[in-house]
Every structure is written in structure tokens, then in C-alpha cells.
T-cell receptor
Framework: GAGVSQSPSNKVTEKGKDVELRCDPISGHTALYWYRQRLGQGLEFLIY????????KSGLPSDRFSAERTGESVSTLTIQRTQQEDSAVYLCASSPNYSKHYEQYFGPGTRLTVT | DAKTTQPPSMDCAEGRAANLPCNHS???????VYWYRQIHSQGPQYIIHGLKNNETNEMASLIITEDRKSSTLILPHATLRDTAVYYC???????????FGTGTRLQVFP
């Protein structure tokens, strides 16, 4: 079946502009995660959605970052007033029901470049 | 979540077993050890996880020491396509976010 998809695959934006990144999780997956990966580094957790529960936003680096999810489907990550340090690959992952939450399925990522 | 320590890089000849170590000396009793890998320009891929017993699946084996302070991921017959960064992650069963370190960059050579 279809995996996690993300769009756009690449985004170049000017400093100060807002960007919106999209994630389509695997159908039926209740959990959705956003991570950031800077060049040559490991993944940083950003935010987590689980069903109708309040999202875990503990990893968002600043109030310029926000994310939404509609039910158990699409999620968007919004970065306002982008800065050069926001340049990274943004990865989305989804996970099936709670009993298997350890297995996260990752999308290919969106490479964001802020000039 | 337990802090994990891995060597930054390793080499392995194609067809040989790749043994990737991970130290997690601060792991607590309810924390699982997870392994993911990330092939260049792709998202991470789940490999295996365990608590205290050794585990095996179609991708790899996981050997956890009796004191649970370290573990080894074994790829029994490494191929060139196994070249990737391998992440060892310690996580409580009730915590849903993965905390990735910098991992081990495994290079499989012909």
C-alpha cells in the first residue's frame, strides 16, 4: 500500500517568509510525528499527534513553528518568518494503533532551504 | 529516556556479519531498545526492538546483555544496500517520541 507522503519534496524560500509543509500519513494510522534533521545530524522531535488527544508540542523550537492535523489524516507544519537556521529536512512519520506505536513509518521528507 | 552511545562509523565487507554496538548504561527497567536505520536521502526505517530478551526478525538480530546496559544489532550477511546510518534509541514504552542520536554510519564495501 501507499506509504507516508510529504510535499513539497524541496522548498526554497527567502528569509522572513512563511512556509507550509504537508504530510499524508498511511491510512488508518492514528499517530503522526514531525521531526527535523539538520545536515549531518540526527533527528530532532518536533510534535506528535495521537488521535483526538492534545498534541505533544514539546519539541517545537519556537512560537514560529506550529502544526495542525485534521482528524487522523493530513497534517501541516507551518513555519512563520523563516530564518536561515530553519534550513533542514523535515520528516513526517505515522504509526498504527497504540499497541504498535514503536514502529514509525517515515516519509521521504521535505528539504527546506532558507536563503 | 536512556542516553545511548554508538561509535560514529564502522566498515563491513559484503557478505560478512555487521555487528553494531550500542551502550545504554542508564536504561531503566521499562525502557525498550529500538533500532532504526536511515539510508542516504531517505526517511528512517524501523529495524527491530527489544526489552531484555534477544530478538530476531527478517532484517536483523538484537542481542541485549543480561544487565541491559548494552546491545548489539547484527546484520548476518551485510549487502551494499545495508550502507546507512544506524540509530539505537532507548525509550519508555509509554513515551511516544523517538530521541535520535547521531548513530553509526555503516559502510559496506565489496
Amino acid at each position: 500500500g501507499a506509504g507516508v507522503s510529504q510535499s513539497p519534496s524541496n522548498k526554497v524560500t527567502e528569509k522572513g517568509k512563511d512556509v507550509e509543509l504537508r504530510c499524508d500519513p498511511i491510512s488508518g494510522h492514528t499517530a503522526l510525528y514531525w521531526y527535523r534533521q539538520r545536515l549531518g545530524q540526527g533527528l530532532e522531535f518536533l510534535i506528535y499527534f495521537q488521535g483526538n488527544s492534545a498534541p505533544d508540542k514539546s519539541g517545537l523550537p519556537s512560537d514560529r513553528f506550529s502544526a495542525e492535523r485534521t482528524g487522523e489524516s493530513v497534517s501541516t507544519l507551518t513555519i512563520q518568518r523563516t530564518q536561515q537556521e530553519d534550513s533542514a529536512v523535515y520528516l513526517c512519520a505515522s504509526s498504527p494503533n497504540y499497541s504498535k506505536h514503536y514502529e514509525q513509518y517515515f516519509g521521504p521528507g521535505t528539504r527546506l532551504t532558507v536563503t | 529516556d536512556a542516553k545511548t552511545t554508538q561509535p560514529p562509523s564502522m566498515d563491513c565487507a559484503e557478505g560478512r556479519a555487521a555487528n553494531l554496538p550500542c551502550n545504554h548504561s542508564t536504561i531503566s527497567g521499562n525502557e525498550y531498545v529500538y533500532w532504526y536505520r536511515q539510508i542516504h536521502s531517505q526517511g528512517p526505517q524501523y529495524i527491530i526492538h527489544g526489552l531484555k530478551n534477544n530478538e530476531t526478525n527478517e532484517m536483523a538480530s538484537l542481542i541485549i546483555t543480561e544487565d541491559r546496559k548494552s546491545s548489539t544489532l547484527i546484520l548476518p550477511h551485510a549487502t551494499l544496500r545495508d550502507t546507512a546510518v544506524y540509530y539505537c534509541i532507548g525509550r519508555s514504552y509509554n513515551t511516544d517520541k523517538l530521541i535520535f542520536g547521531t548513530g553509526t554510519r555503516l559502510q559496506v564495501f565489496p
